[in-house]
């Protein structure tokens, strides 16, 4: 059976086994019988950069590793955490890195696939945020900094997005619609798939047939979007504890 398969938002971090342990799971029994796996951004909860050679950071790497060894293609979209995986981390892996917004073919149809975070249009304190973090001057210093030093600075940045969340409404993080009309009629297509809003649903438009399916967060449970020759699937993973 012909199946492409679609995450985002684990949010893995070496603080909540229980998230990596359902991944690996998914990797080895699921994955491993697609056509392709698209990540969506925000597999890490923050990554500090392409030289962290952490278990933890190692044993991720290592599953995308065999997984792409099989010859199942992954591709790979930065999000909001993990906007510095780069090169290194796609040698290292196999995967493919994806531009912000790409058109994929899925079994005929075809759709735009991004991360979520520009849809967000309403959050100027965050596009804020994500337009200074990109400047590739300061990622290179960032990068030049030392492990340690890193990690502090993620620990605060974190913390802050905390609090920043804390004090946003929830239609402000939500995707703005007229943003994604915008989107889907730049790149002429009636199907779009992202995350970052943390709110999985299929949204159907009668009226001009379009589709936007959001992908569901890995805070509570695993979520993967199963897409079929005309047939969609948002289902859950549970974890174990």
């Known amino acids: 059976m012909q199946k492409t398969l679609f995450i985002s938002d684990l949010h893995l971090t070496p603080t909540r086994p229980d998230i990596t342990d359902c991944f690996m799971r998914f990797m080895q029994n699921e994955a491993i019988e697609c056509d392709a796996l698209y990540v969506l951004g925000d597999l890490f909860d923050f990554w500090i950069g392409d030289d962290d050679d952490s278990p933890f950071a190692r044993q991720i790497k290592q599953a995308f590793k065999h997984l792409t060894d099989q010859g199942i293609p992954c ?12 090169k290194r981390f796609a040698k290292q892996t196999g995967i493919t890195l994806l531009p912000d917004e790409h058109v994929v073919d899925l079994y005929g149809r075809r759709a735009v696939v991004l991360h979520g975070d520009t849809l967000c249009t309403q959050d100027e304190r965050y596009l804020e945020f994500r337009a200074k973090v990109h400047q590739p001057w300061l990622q290179r210093l960032f990068k030049c900094l030392p492990m340690f030093v890193r990690r502090k600075l993620v620990a605060r ?24 009309v915008n989107v889907m009629h730049r790149h002429q297509v009636d199907l779009m798939i992202h995350g ?37 699937q948002l289902e859950q993973r549970e974890f174990f504890h």
């Open 75 to 86: 591709y790979f979209t930065c999000g909001n955490r993990d906007f510095l995986v780069g």
């Open 196 to 232: 970052h809003t943390h709110r999985p649903n299929i949204h159907q438009n009668t009226d001009s047939s379009q589709t936007r399916i959001v992908l569901g967060d890995w805070f509570e449970q695993g979520s993967v979007l199963i897409v079929k020759h005309n047939d969609f």
């Open 157 to 180: 940045i974190q913390s802050d997005i905390r609090q920043d969340k804390q004090q946003k409404s929830m239609d402000i993080m939500d995707v703005t619609p007229s943003e994604v």
